[in-house]
């Protein structure tokens, strides 16, 4: 109700300001309040409306003549006043008529409020606003009665001697808040138009303070103006129109001075003395000769800054690096890998793995030095693999077991006992017989039982499997090394990997038994046999070539499918991270294929091979 009766206020010409300005005030209080628009306002504000609103009877008996000029007048004189507190800010103006009897008729013609911005500006800047809107209202009267009214003088009044200094002030000198405003009074009032009138006697400040009803009515100074309007220019008072001091003056821009100094030749050789070692001498001599080749005119241009990659190649593989660049010879330790210089300005490793289905970043891995590998606690086959499958360390074996040795975490994992010579094998690991026909079984479900004579390893068979066959049962001790110790591998191997793998995830029955069956498959799928660098054999025996005649090579999946539970992909990925070191070992090992390295040149069309 409070805005929509304030918003219904119909005042053209600004003969309300006073009161306008008031409610005007009252809105911005609730707008400080975060007070929505269909909340209740406090009771402090609720009575300061009611008595606002029951005065309102007594704007009645305000009176505004609609006739603003003096009968035969002869000159007439457009006068403005304006002023600012830190509510806000109006303007007013009147027209001043004298006629050729020297009567003298002061009239009311238009007026104007703003509030001050929630951003809070000093009095002198909004005293420079108000000087503005009354620039601004002075140039729209004027082109309302063009043609009409010749006005003889255009006098505006202030009561801020700072803002009078200002507008005495070339624009340059000023800030640029001050400045555009300077300039733009200027435009509609010449500063010879500019006048200082006393505050008690200035009747904008009605506007500026902000009057109920009841004091606007009786507000003798803003309908007519001040007094000394009506007497001769000659007895109008001077009042204190001095104007600031320069120096004292606020807004000014800051002036730089520049003073040039005489001082003794430095040692051009001085910065190499504060340097620590030869490496930041000469890597700080680099940022300098680039610099210099930045230079307009300069020879040799470069137009990529000195990177952290080109700084690594050339440090460690210093003329090798030159040599992959410029197309020169390698040696054969290096020729062998077939090394390349990418787009990225690295030295990759060519291999013959193109057309597999490995990452570009698997298929051609980085070459990094022996110098710069961190060590991680995992076994030393899954070290090399995980690490060729990005980059190519050379003598990667030699440094992974140098740094292994050090690691506190695989020595914990990697503790052995003491165990005593073993024994013979028995009959049944060393004597040619079907698969499972002599069978170690895990008495803790059971879960895993293993074929004796070839290593397969079976999961979750019922223990009516055994009975129903009429098979003979033997006792198997878990240290006997020469009759339990290939069954206890066998389960060695997988809880070796599973406590690595799993962590803390939980797993309910149907996720269990599907990871343990992909897990036997693919310890089936591991080689009986040390793995050869011969590509002729890279399809070593398996346990799976005695079950069905091959490996169990299922590639690793790739999570695509965007329906596929949370849990599934969870034992996907665990399944995927126990074979992938196998997998990714072959693959490795066949990029290190020594055959056709040698370095010859290209053929081409019509030449003698």
Known sequence: MLLSNIARIFDPIGGLSPIVFWCKCLLQSLWKLNIGWDELVPLEVMNQWEEFTSQIETLAEVQIPHFICNVGANDYQLIGFCNASDKGYGAVIYLRSVSPSGDIKIAFILAKSKEAPLKVLTIPKLELCVALLLAHLVFRIMNVYRGRILFNKILAWTDSQTVLSWLNTPSHILKMFVANRVVEINDCIPYSGWKYVPSKLNPANCISQGLTPMQLS??????????FLTLPESDWPLGNSTLLDYQALPELKAHSITVGTLGVQADPLSWIRRL?????????????????????????????????????????????????????????SLALLRPFVDEDGCIRVGGHLQHSLLASGNKQPWLLPKDDVNCTPLPFRIVEALISQKFWILSVRVVIKSELTKCVCCCQYRGNVLEPIMADLPASRVTPQR?????????????????????????????????????????????????????????????FHLRRIIHGHALNFEEYSTLFYRIEAVLNSRPLVPLSADPSEINCLTPGHFLIDLPDADPQSQDSAASLSARWKLVKQIKNNFGEGGRMNICIHCSNEQNGCKMVPKFNLECYI
């Open 218 to 227: 009786e507000a003798r100074l803003y309908w007519e103006g001040p007094p």
């Open 435 to 495: 698969p499972f026909a002599v069978i170690g079984v895990d008495y803790g479900g059971p879960f895993l039982y293993k074929c004796s004579n070839r290593r397969n390893v079976a999961n979750h068979r019922p223990i009516s499997v055994f009975l129903f066959r009429l098979l003979r049962p033997s006792l198997l001790a878990h240290s006997w090394q020469h009759f339990g110790g290939l069954w206890e591998a066998g389960i060695k191997s997988v809880k």
């Open 276 to 332: 620590s070692s030869y490496i930041k001498v000469v890597r700080v001599m680099a940022y300098v000769l680039r610099f210099r080749n930045a230079f307009k005119g300069f020879r040799y241009k470069r137009d990529t800054p000195l990177s952290g990659t080109e700084w690594f190649c050339n440090f460690y593989f210093g003329n090798y690096y030159s040599a992959l660049r410029g197309g020169g010879r390698l040696p054969p």
